[in-house]
């Protein structure tokens, strides 16, 4: 970037605005799920477990998304793709406001899927085009905790419209949210890719980028790592409501814990952006796998994870030192896997944002369909992911280095 350019944007306005724009499909996932009942009562959605179709359409078009706006940013540019993506969330967000139908609003979803994706895979080649190795890793903690926090305040956000309005005011919310970050992008955010740089779209350059990143042995590694990693926070997401309130019988305390456990991410991925130029990316992430294979063994191997008596203060210890160590690993993945992707960001952003969330969506759900009224599945899954990423890790890693 030319740093002589008026536009050129500080490192906390970088930071919060890549953070806002990659929260985009958390608040589009979360700020809606409070308004599950008067939406199904609303558009008269029978059986009424068919309302989840607003969370797993949102999840088929991100998914297609990122496949198509990968490519496309890298043909034309990132501020182009972001906009795009935005203008389609916008429109999504409109259907839905005055969708008549449940049809309608699935529509709206998958369209708001498709936009949020845009903004994902071009934050994550934007970073790229600026920055690499633990320079890219310490940018990409401090945005990855901002993206981690949308979801502790997004169903707070949706609890709070729905006491004074309607469930469509949430989408008034997402209107006015994407309209802030397409300002913010026009006024304050420089193109990233000089035109030397771009490729052409056409099925041979697509493909040649997609065989560029599949044929890197560390991008894939750790995209596979990262699917894992995903995986088991899937897992914990979909039990979380059964281990809280039925295992623990917290009740109306359940968002509370939830939220304890979710801010210590937030706060280990800020600790690993101040330390990880220090420390190194392969340090940081050998000792953040081998925390999580120690802290959840620890408490397999300790406590009778049937009875919940006494236990919930244990397992909030562990849960918190669980998550501090993902926050340690979830800018640090997403680096290692782009380090070698400089001349196809987007592409390789895309497909690395499809293949771990496929591959953390199949582990997840395997994890929250084995919740048998115990913690064994869960713990299980986070003993899986301590074992499988330091063995991934270790034969990912440069020979030469010290751990």
Same mark, same amino acid.
């Given at each position: 970037?030319?740093?002589?350019?008026?536009?050129?944007?500080?490192?906390?306005?970088?930071?919060?605005?890549?953070?806002?724009?990659?929260?985009?499909?958390?608040?589009?996932?979360?700020?809606?799920?409070?308004?599950?009942?008067?939406?199904?009562?609303?558009?008269?959605?029978?059986?009424?477990?068919?309302?989840?179709?607003?969370?797993?359409?949102?999840?088929?078009?991100?998914?297609?998304?990122?496949?198509?706006?990968?490519?496309?940013?890298?043909?034309?540019?990132?501020?182009?793709?972001?906009?795009?993506?935005?203008?389609?969330?916008?429109?999504?967000?409109?259907?839905?406001?005055?969708?008549?139908?449940?049809?309608?609003?699935?529509?709206?979803?998958?369209?708001?899927?498709?936009?949020?994706?845009?903004?994902?895979?071009?934050?994550?080649?934007?970073?790229?085009?600026?920055?690499?190795?633990?320079?890219?890793?310490?940018?990409?903690?401090?945005?990855?905790?901002?993206?981690?926090?949308?979801?502790?305040?997004?169903?707070?956000?949706?609890?709070?419209?729905?006491?004074?309005?309607?469930?469509?005011?949430?989408?008034?919310?997402?209107?006015?949210?994407?309209?802030?970050?397409?300002?913010?992008?026009?006024?304050?955010?420089?193109?990233?890719?000089?035109?030397?740089?771009?490729?052409?779209?056409?099925?041979?350059?697509?493909?040649?980028?997609?065989?560029?990143?599949?044929?890197?042995?560390?991008?894939?590694?750790?995209?596979?790592?990262?699917?894992?990693?995903?995986?088991?926070?899937?897992?914990?997401?979909?039990?979380?409501?059964?281990?809280?309130?039925?295992?623990?019988?917290?009740?109306?305390?359940?968002?509370?814990?939830?939220?304890?456990?979710?801010? +210590?991410? !937030?706060? %280990? &991925?800020? =600790?690993? @952006?101040?330390?990880?130029? *220090?420390? /190194?990316?392969?340090?940081?992430?050998?000792?953040?796998?081998?925390?999580?294979?120690?802290?959840?063994?620890?408490?397999?191997?300790?406590?009778?994870?049937?009875?919940?008596?006494?236990?919930?203060?244990?397992?909030?210890?562990?849960?918190?030192?669980?998550?501090?160590?993902?926050?340690?690993?979830?800018?640090?993945?997403?680096?290692?896997?782009?380090?070698?992707?400089?001349? +196809?960001? !987007?592409? %390789? &952003?895309? =497909?690395? @944002?499809?293949?771990?969330? *496929?591959? /953390?969506?199949?582990?997840?759900?395997?994890?929250?369909?084995?919740?048998?009224?115990?913690?064994?599945?869960?713990?299980?899954?986070?003993?899986?992911?301590?074992?499988?990423?330091?063995?991934?890790?270790?034969?990912?890693?440069?020979?030469?280095?010290?751990?």
């Amino acid at each position: 970037m030319n740093s002589n350019s008026p536009r050129t944007l500080s490192k906390l306005e970088f930071v919060c605005l890549m953070g806002g724009l990659m929260s985009l499909v958390a608040l589009a996932i979360d700020a809606v799920l409070p308004a599950f009942e008067p939406i199904a009562t609303s558009l008269s959605v029978e059986p009424h477990n068919h309302v989840q179709w607003v969370i797993s359409v949102l999840f088929a078009g991100f998914v297609i998304g990122q496949l198509l706006f990968g490519p496309m940013s890298d043909a034309f540019g990132r501020r182009w793709s972001i906009l795009m993506g935005l203008g389609l969330f916008t429109i999504g967000s409109l259907i839905g406001l005055f969708s008549l139908s449940f049809e309608q609003l699935l529509l709206a979803r998958f369209l708001q899927g498709m936009g949020a994706a845009a903004s994902r895979v071009t934050c994550v080649a934007i970073i790229r085009d600026r920055m690499s190795g633990a320079d890219m890793a310490s940018m990409m903690s401090y945005v990855m905790a901002i993206f981690i926090f949308a979801p502790v305040i997004a169903p707070s956000i949706g609890e709070l419209i729905l006491s004074f309005s309607g469930w469509r005011s949430i989408f008034v919310f997402y209107l006015i949210f994407a309209f802030a970050m397409a300002c913010w992008v026009l006024l304050r955010l420089e193109e990233t890719l000089d035109h030397q740089r771009r490729t052409a779209l056409s099925w041979r350059a697509v493909a040649k980028n997609f065989a560029h990143v599949f044929s890197n042995k560390q991008t894939m590694g750790y995209t596979l790592a990262a699917g894992i990693v995903f995986g088991a926070l899937v897992g914990y997401l979909n039990s979380a409501q059964q281990t809280f309130q039925h295992f623990f019988d917290t009740g109306g305390q359940f968002a509370i814990y939830f939220g304890i456990s979710a801010f +210590s991410v !937030g706060i %280990a &991925s800020i =600790v690993n @952006g101040r330390f990880v130029k *220090a420390f /190194g990316i392969n340090r940081i992430c050998t000792l953040a796998m081998i925390g999580i294979l120690c802290i959840s063994g620890g408490f397999y191997a300790l406590f009778d994870l049937t009875e919940p008596q006494g236990l919930l203060l244990p397992y909030m210890v562990t849960a918190c030192g669980i998550f501090f160590c993902y926050g340690l690993l979830f800018g640090n993945l997403n680096s290692l896997t782009m380090e070698h992707m400089n001349m +196809s960001a !987007g592409t %390789a &952003s895309a =497909v690395i @944002g499809c293949l771990s969330t *496929a591959i /953390g969506l199949v582990i997840g759900t395997v994890i929250g369909q084995l919740y048998d009224d115990s913690l064994r599945p869960l713990m299980l899954g986070f003993i899986f992911v301590g074992v499988s990423t330091l063995i991934l890790h270790r034969l990912l890693m440069p020979k030469s280095h010290p751990l």
